[in-house]
């Protein structure tokens, strides 16, 4: 195997990965793995797809219709651990993970976390500390 080179130039690991230069704020996984994919994991998913990219806020190429200065990640993830209350969504730096999530929820969600930074407190499970 090629031995890997650590990159260490700013200007080179952003050639590289776009993203580094984005103003992001949060970002969002949805678990779509089987137990949640069996409670509306995958539409979960496409609602906030949908609407993530309808307001420009998606991070991401915009071959692919997002937006390269978005200021939110989402990103598609296996089993977080609490598949018997799914969909889970986990929103971080926040570290709030939320479960028993519809795409009727995901709007609500956008709004008040995403865009306001406010705890959707009805869905929300686990507050991680951040400390
Ligand atoms: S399958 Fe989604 S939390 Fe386990």
Do not use: W
Not at 9 to 27: G, S
Not at 52 to 63: F, M, T
């Amino acid at each position: 195997m090629a031995e890997k080179k650590f990159i260490t130039d700013r200007e080179q690991l952003e050639k590289l990965a776009p993203m580094l230069k984005a103003p992001i704020k949060r970002q969002v996984f949805v678990c779509t793995g089987k137990s949640c994919a069996a409670v509306g994991g995958n539409e979960v998913m496409a609602e906030f797809a949908r609407i993530l990219e309808e307001k420009g806020i998606r991070q991401g190429k915009e071959a692919k219709g997002r937006n390269p200065m978005g200021s939110c990640v989402l990103t598609e993830c296996g089993s977080m651990g609490f598949c018997s209350i799914g969909t889970a969504v986990m929103v971080y730096p926040d570290g709030t993970m939320y479960g028993q999530v519809t795409p009727e929820d995901v709007p609500e969600i956008i709004e008040k976390h995403l865009e306001n930074g406010e705890v959707v407190e009805r869905l929300a499970l686990i507050n991680l500390p951040n400390d």
